[in-house]
């Protein structure tokens, strides 16, 4: 199978790791551990190897007949992590593995997180409905309300995958400089109803990182309003069409509203860390 091809199936996990497999390529750091193209299956299992980390990718587009992948997957992998060895240890997988996934938490490897990545699929600009909010960027005096958006906006989601709460007040400092740096590039976007602080977004490059509206404003129209406008952003101001972003499998409401205004399903991915 050649590298085309591999990238294609890693892309099925996220396209942030077709990047990182691509750049591995060029580095002379991947290593094909099995492929599989026939006409019934086709899939990858890889690693790539670097100082500092290895990641493990794993990408079929079925499971039919796996089980001698699956010992193959077992194999290779308590081959590398048998070994004594200080760096981080990942493996990823396609969300529509779920055997593979099995496998390999079975192995040792702890989920970091599960989701997918979705792609604006629309030609037009979602309609910038009259909505009653002020957009400004990023000011430092007021990083307090920005904490406080980011952390009770993102307070249930934590909650049902057991993380932690509260991480941007615990990080006030770090959290403020970036939003510093996000500024000046006009990456970041906030929206006020008077001098309250509603909602924001945060880009990067052509992902939407953080679309975010404080819990006592949701379901009032806020959050189609700041989509739109983040979109707008892109494709009018740094003319970009690739839009991207990602969703944790758990929020399910958060992934039927991208799918009403235009968004469609990309890759589907397991994160894991050897623990």
């Known amino acids: 199978m050649d590298n085309k091809e591999i990238l ?20 002379n750091v991947v290593k094909v551990l099995f492929s599989l193209e026939t006409e019934q299956n086709k899939g990858v299992f ?4 670097n100082d500092d980390c290895c990641i493990f990718y794993a990408s079929f587009l079925n499971e039919n007949n796996i089980d001698e992948i699956l010992e193959i997957i077992k194999d290779k992998t308590n081959g590398y992590t048998s070994k004594a060895n200080s760096k981080e240890i990942c493996f990823n997988v396609y969300g529509n593995n779920p055997k593979i996934i099995d ?4 192995l040792g490897f702890k989920t970091d997180m599960e989701g997918y990545w979705l792609e604006y699929a629309s030609e037009e600009l979602l309609e910038l409905k009259q909505c009653n909010l002020s957009d400004r960027g990023f000011e430092e005096l007021r990083i307090d309300d920005f904490v406080d ?33 996000l500024d000046k590039c006009n990456q970041v976007r906030s929206f006020w109803q008077n001098d309250q602080l509603v909602g924001a977004y945060i880009l990067k490059q052509n992902y939407i990182y953080d679309i975010v509206v404080r819990p006592i404003f949701q379901n009032r129209g806020y959050g189609s309003y700041i989509l739109a406008h983040a979109i707008r952003n892109l494709r009018k101001n740094k003319s970009i069409n690739k839009i991207i972003l990602g969703v944790v499998k758990s929020n399910i409401n958060a992934k039927r509203f991208y799918a009403r205004n235009g968004f469609v399903q990309i890759s589907s991915y397991a994160e894991h860390t050897y623990r």
């Not at 980011?150 to 991480?167: K, P, T």
Request: net charge negative; aromatic share 14%; proline share 2%.
């Open 149 to 181: 958006l980011f952390d009770s906006a993102y307070y249930q989601l934590r909650i049902d995958n057991g993380w932690s709460v509260n991480g941007y007040a615990s990080n006030t400092e770090h959290f403020c400089n970036r939003l510093i740096d």
């Open 8 to 27: 294609k199936l890693i892309e099925n996990i996220s396209p942030g790791g077709r990047d990182y497999v691509e750049e591995g390529f060029k580095n």
């Open 103 to 106: 496998l390999i938490r079975e």
């Open 46 to 49: 890889i690693m790539v190897d």
